[in-house]
């Protein structure tokens, strides 16, 4: 079955409320589309949102990447080559995760709509669907506890709260947050590079009765010898995000005295669902857990990464709720969320059907 297209576009989702986090506040959202169509009318969508921060591109660079002159060699090759398809892909746009990601999902969609399985089929379905989180930005005491109540009476029982103006602010927050909930609520917390190893660790010993469920990124992306001198006590707790971009940060990270003991994987960090499962079988065989994350995406991109995340063994969190803060998307479908709990479809591909 050959592939008669594959075209790239660009489409403001907007967003219904701005947020914030320790670097930025954002306030609109862009998603660069994908679609490859076969022959027999079969159509794969993938959609990257790419964080500059972290990847050093963002959707205008990931438009500009996918230059049809780049996109054409794939006309007319055969879906069934689908493994040298992807590493082709993998191979031109090493250097642009979003550009990479869109492809790689948009044809992990159209092989298993040719097949007629859902993805997480196609890759091995381990767990049948598991709870996300949803986050609260960086915000006060007062609107805290307003949009915690809120996400709670919509069914959310996990709540990760966005970390690292001051740490004094931090533990005042997540105080109260508790006191208000008691244990109706699972907290998760995220600092975005925002400590220093000191702070990290004044920071645990006063959450400590909190219970918080983990701690991502409370230190500098760079800082992986630091990460790794931490007390095994909050590695253990610590997950890897903007320090784990590549299958190779997996090594670096695992190697040694291991820097923490959950990886975040991003398909808009590593560019899509076959450097993520790469990430995945790292984490598997150094014991390191997984939680899947996410940037504002359309429901294309979360649920290809709702799909890898059932689809690999060592996946104990999933923070996949960039999709619900659009105000429009280009499909429907995809994954369900019932109280918090997300499952997929059992449709075909990625499960989503075009507005
Ligand atoms: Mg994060």
Not at 43 to 69: C, F, M
Not at 187 to 214: C, H, M, P, W
Not at 224 to 251: C, G, R
Request: proline fraction near 4%; aromatic fraction near 6%.
């Amino acid at each position: 079955m050959k592939i008669r297209s594959i075209v790239a576009s660009c489409e403001d989702l907007q967003l219904i409320r701005p947020y914030t986090i320790a670097y930025k506040t954002v306030t609109a959202v862009e998603n660069v589309v994908v679609k490859v169509e076969l022959e027999n009318g079969i159509i794969g969508l993938g959609t990257a949102n790419p964080s500059k921060y972290v990847v050093g591109s963002d959707t205008a660079d990931t438009l500009r990447a996918l230059q049809p002159e780049l996109l054409a060699p794939f006309q007319g090759k055969d879906i069934r080559e689908f493994y040298s398809l992807l590493q082709q892909v993998h191979q031109l746009f090493r250097q642009e995760a979003g550009a990479a990601a869109a492809l790689d999902i948009a044809l992990h969609d159209a092989f298993t709509c040719w097949l007629g399985v859902p993805l997480v089929s196609f890759l091995g379905q381990a767990a049948a669907g598991l709870p996300t989180s949803i986050t609260i930005g960086i915000r006060n005491v007062v609107d805290t506890l307003a949009e915690a109540r809120e996400y709670i009476d919509r069914g959310f029982r996990i709540i990760k709260v966005k970390l690292g103006h001051s740490a004094e602010d931090d533990v005042e927050r997540l105080v109260k947050l508790r006191e208000a909930f008691g244990d109706a609520i699972v907290i998760r917390v995220d600092a975005n590079q925002g400590y220093t190893a000191n702070e990290l660790l004044k920071f645990y010993r006063k959450t400590l009765s909190l219970s918080l469920e983990l701690i991502e990124q409370p230190m500098p992306a760079n800082a992986i010898e630091e990460m790794k001198q931490l007390p095994p006590e909050i590695k253990k707790l610590v997950a890897a995000d903007e320090s784990l971009v590549s299958p190779a940060n997996a090594f670096q990270l695992a190697d040694g005295p291991a820097a923490c003991g959950i990886y975040n994987i991003k398909l808009m960090k590593c560019g899509g669902i076959q450097p993520a499962r790469e990430i995945a079988t790292i984490a598997r065989h150094a014991g390191i857990e997984l939680m899947w994350g996410c940037n504002d995406e359309s429901i294309v991109s979360i649920s290809a990464a709702l799909h890898a995340a059932l689809a690999s063994p060592a996946t104990r969190y999933l923070d996949l709720d960039g999709s619900f803060d659009l105000a429009r998307d280009i499909v429907s479908g995809g994954f369900t969320v019932k109280d918090g709990y997300m499952s997929l479809t059992g449709q075909p591909g990625l499960g989503v059907r075009v507005l």
